[in-house]
């Protein structure tokens, strides 16, 4: 069972920054393809980026192209998503999310308990 626990969020003004850390216990981290979601207030939650196994390709949903950024290090069995230019609209719950195989395509196998980020303008 893989366990995944985010940090980093916060309160932050528009076209601030901000780094989320996810880190993965319980399970080879290498063999996990990762993602971040996020789910505003009253509205479902939604891809954001993901990464593959080996981090050799990335992906992200077009409202953040520009300006987030999906890594991971294995060594340290952590994902991050880079955030820039930060914008009242990014406010919502992040969630990192596992799942079995290399591509972040597909159903997530595990998930974390999410961190809040609110953007003021």
């Known amino acids: 069972q893989v366990q995944l626990v985010e940090s980093g969020g916060g309160l932050v003004q528009a076209g601030g920054s901000l780094r989320l850390s996810c880190v993965a216990s319980?399970?080879?981290?290498?063999?996990?393809?990762m993602g971040w979601f996020r789910q505003a207030p009253g509205k479902e939650r939604k891809f954001v980026a993901g990464?593959?196994?080996?981090?050799?390709?990335?992906y992200l949903t077009d409202s953040v192209k520009g300006r987030f950024t999906i890594s991971r290090d294995n060594a340290k069995n952590t994902v991050y998503l880079q955030m820039n230019s930060l914008k009242p609209e990014d406010t919502a719950i992040y969630y990192c999310?596992?799942?079995?195989?290399?591509?972040?395509?597909?159903?997530?196998?595990?998930w974390g308990q999410g961190t809040q980020v609110t953007v003021s303008s």
């Open positions: 319980g399970g080879t981290f290498s063999n996990l393809a």
């Open positions: 999310a596992a799942r079995l195989g290399n591509t972040p395509w597909g159903p997530y196998d595990y």
């Open positions: 990464i593959t196994w080996d981090g050799e390709s990335t």
